[in-house]
């Protein structure tokens, strides 16, 4: 299986408009959105090329392959305008032999999460790539694909066969397990 994996696009046209190319490059079988899809929210700054209503028409191309988890800055409106639902806190994914806890990483983190039932937990929230294994799980933070903080680098995430890669959006590796 292969899936993208993004997180807090905040409204950047720009980045919706990077994961449907993705998506007709690469042909994932789905894509994995960690929340905070529309809002910039109140801790932010407004992202270059902030364009809700693009976002919400780009990601409409792909919406067939989205699988999306409610973040901190999603609101009941974003399901009314969004094409594919977005208000769950977790989803579940299971594939090459894992279980996947999907998560935006507010309410559940690394460390205040469920102790059973999975291989891996991904999460978004803190605009901070992380890939790491602890206590025989996986955690990956994708980073933000829009408005990264601690000095990183705009990126994502790719799972294929089991494998994770995180790649700036110049696609260049930044790490791999």
């Known amino acids: ?22 998506t007709e490059e690469t042909e ?10 529309l809002y910039h929210g109140p801790r932010n700054d407004v992202p270059e090329n902030y ?7 780009e990601l409409g191309k792909v919406a ?16 009314m305008v969004l094409p ?4 769950s806190e977790q989803a579940m994914i299971f594939a090459d032999g894992a279980s996947i806890f999907m998560t935006h990483g507010h309410i559940y983190t690394p460390d ?15 605009h901070l790539r992380v890939l790491d294994r602890k206590d025989g799980i996986t955690f990956l933070n994708p980073g933000s694909i829009s408005i990264p903080k601690g000095g990183q680098e705009r990126s994502y995430a790719v799972w294929n066969d089991g494998r994770i890669g995180i790649f700036s959006i110049n696609g260049k590796l930044l790490s791999e397990m």
């Open 1 to 22: 299986m292969r899936f993208l994996v993004f997180s807090d696009i905040h409204g950047c046209a720009d980045s919706a408009s990077f994961i449907v190319r993705k």
């Open 28 to 37: 994932p079988d789905r894509i994995l959105i960690l929340g905070d899809v």
């Open 51 to 57: 364009s809700p209503k693009d976002v919400i028409s």
């Open 64 to 79: 067939d392959r989205i699988i999306c988890v409610r973040g901190n800055c999603e609101a009941e409106v974003d399901q």
């Open 84 to 87: 594919f639902p977005c208000m």
């Open 112 to 126: 205040n999460r469920p102790r059973t039932g999975y291989t891996h937990f991904f999460s978004g929230h803190t």
